[in-house]
């Protein structure tokens, strides 16, 4: 089944700020210690919680923002090590397990905002793309991992990607780690896709070719 693939537009962002909730942002004044958060005007919980993180220092804001997030996939050592990682290095892209990446890149960049820059500062590729079948027959749902097959013709060889999944990205073997290295992925009715990644798994230069075709195997497309 052969799709026609056309880049629209790569667009590079320091964070996403619909990730956090009013909910996310309350709870969040409440483990630092601002008092009846819930009260406050909703527009302004993001600059409330700014600067209560920044009555306190770095890392011990690092492992507040951390238990929140992540006390249910993490043990207590391993937060405190990455509160500590994370002032040095870009721990969300650098993570062994990809399915938590994207959670620590929006709270690296929480606190990359609260702090100015005292955490090094992630990037995420919002990708403006559409995917069509060339025989103008309707889509099939695609997955993620059908969307980075798709990808994979249009992609450089020096890309992150290829160097470290070539198989899986080219041929029919499977490929779980694409559920996670793509964020989010909204389709709209006329084929065009919005697709949230990090920078580090896919941005402008990595592409070789902004339109071509690409082809997936029909157990692919079905999947």
């Given at each position: 089944?052969?799709?026609?693939?056309?880049?629209?537009?790569?667009?590079?962002?320091d964070?996403?700020?619909?990730?956090?909730?009013?909910?996310?942002?309350?709870?969040?004044?409440?483990?630092?210690?601002?008092?009846?958060?819930?009260?406050?005007?909703?527009?302004?919980?993001?600059?409330l919680?700014?600067?209560?993180?920044?009555?306190?220092?770095?890392?011990?804001?690092?492992?507040?923002?951390?238990?929140?997030?992540?006390?249910?996939?993490?043990?207590?050592?391993?937060?405190?090590?990455?509160?500590?990682?994370?002032?040095?290095?870009?721990?969300?892209?650098?993570?062994?397990?990809?399915?938590?990446?994207?959670?620590?890149?929006?709270?690296?960049?929480?606190?990359?905002?609260?702090?100015?820059?005292?955490?090094?500062?992630?990037k995420?590729?919002?990708?403006?793309?559409?995917?069509?079948?060339?025989?103008?027959?309707p889509?099939?749902?695609?997955?993620?991992?059908?969307?980075?097959?798709l990808?994979?013709?249009?992609?450089?060889?020096?890309?992150?990607?290829?160097?470290?999944?070539?198989?899986?990205?080219?041929?029919?073997?499977?490929?779980?780690?694409?559920?996670?290295?793509?964020?989010d992925?909204?389709?709209?009715?006329?084929?065009?896709?919005?697709?949230?990644?990090?920078?580090y798994?896919?941005?402008?230069?990595?592409?070789?070719?902004?339109?071509?075709?690409?082809?997936?195997?029909?157990?692919?497309?079905?999947?």
């Amino acid at each position: 089944m052969k799709f026609q693939i056309k880049i629209n537009s790569i667009l590079t962002v320091d964070e996403i700020r619909e990730y956090w909730t009013s909910e996310d942002y309350i709870q969040l004044l409440e483990k630092f210690d601002y008092p009846d958060a819930e009260k406050a005007p909703k527009e302004t919980l993001r600059e409330l919680l700014l600067m209560a993180i920044t009555d306190f220092e770095p890392q011990e804001a690092a492992v507040k923002v951390l238990e929140y997030k992540l006390s249910d996939h993490l043990a207590d050592g391993q937060i405190e090590q990455i509160s500590n990682d994370m002032l040095l290095d870009k721990v969300c892209e650098e993570y062994p397990e990809i399915g938590l990446q994207s959670t620590l890149f929006h709270v690296n960049q929480l606190l990359f905002k609260a702090f100015n820059g005292k955490f090094p500062d992630a990037k995420a590729s919002v990708i403006d793309c559409s995917i069509a079948r060339v025989d103008k027959k309707p889509n099939p749902v695609l997955t993620k991992e059908d969307i980075l097959k798709l990808f994979s013709v249009g992609l450089s060889d020096r890309s992150l990607l290829e160097r470290l999944f070539e198989p899986q990205m080219k041929t029919e073997i499977d490929f779980p780690e694409a559920e996670n290295i793509l964020w989010d992925v909204n389709a709209s009715e006329d084929n065009n896709f919005s697709i949230t990644t990090s920078e580090y798994w896919l941005k402008e230069e990595d592409f070789e070719f902004s339109e071509f075709e690409s082809e997936l195997n029909q157990k692919e497309a079905e999947s």
